[in-house]
């Protein structure tokens, strides 16, 4: 045992999540963050596609449409994908913090069956940080934006570096995303937000 702590409820002295000045206003579309990227890239022909919005405070909007490339069952979507929007939709929401984070922990209810082209609204918010940590919460609902929740998502983001790609990343896409002055000025740009 390694003795970290990875319950989703914050601690006590956890403090409420600031939205950063030069977030973007509510309603503006938060663009992808890599082209590549399953959940929101541009780039994936079987990707999510989602294109989050900011909200009011530190939260987010987005919607899927589930497509044929995403089922599990006939006819249904698959929960693995399910989760993927979730988590996608959460890891915008550090745009709003201005601070770069993967996800630690993503615990994820299935209430109902999601068929294939249902829309899923999808909605993020961020509860509270602690340290590194960032606790926040995300639904999926069908039916519109108040419809029946259909999943729904507790998790934990952990902050990082920039250097924690480099570091970790296949070698290639790594050098690929490094000589393109955009990319680099945006990380660099979150990183060194006090
Ligand atoms: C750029 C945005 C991309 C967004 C895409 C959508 C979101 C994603 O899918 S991200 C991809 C999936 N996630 C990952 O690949 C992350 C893989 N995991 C890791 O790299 C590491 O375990 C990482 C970075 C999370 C933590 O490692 P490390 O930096 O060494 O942190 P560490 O010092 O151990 O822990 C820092 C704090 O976080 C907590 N923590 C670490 N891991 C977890 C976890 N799994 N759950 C909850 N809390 C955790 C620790 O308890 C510690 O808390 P405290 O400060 O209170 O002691």
Sequence with gaps: MS????????PGDAVPPVRHPEAPAPGETIGS??????????GQPHGLHLE????????????????????GAPGLAHGGVLATALDE???????LLRVIAVTG?????FVRPVPV??????QAEALAVHGRKIYCTATGRIGGPDGPVAVQADAVF???????????GRKQEIQAALADPDQVKVARAFEVNP
């Design 3 to 10: 003795g970290r702590t990875t319950a989703l409820t914050p």
């Design 33 to 42: 963050h890599y082209e590549h990227c399953f959940g929101c890239g541009g």
């Design 52 to 71: 989050a919005r900011a909200g009011e405070g530190v939260s987010v909007t987005a919607e899927f449409r589930v497509r044929e490339a995403h089922q």
């Design 89 to 95: 939709t959460l890891g915008s929401l550090g745009w």
């Design 105 to 109: 922990r993503l615990e994820t209810d």
């Design 117 to 122: 082209d249902t829309v899923l609204h999808l």
């Design 158 to 168: 952990v902050e990082v570096k920039v250097d924690h790609f480099i570091a970790n």
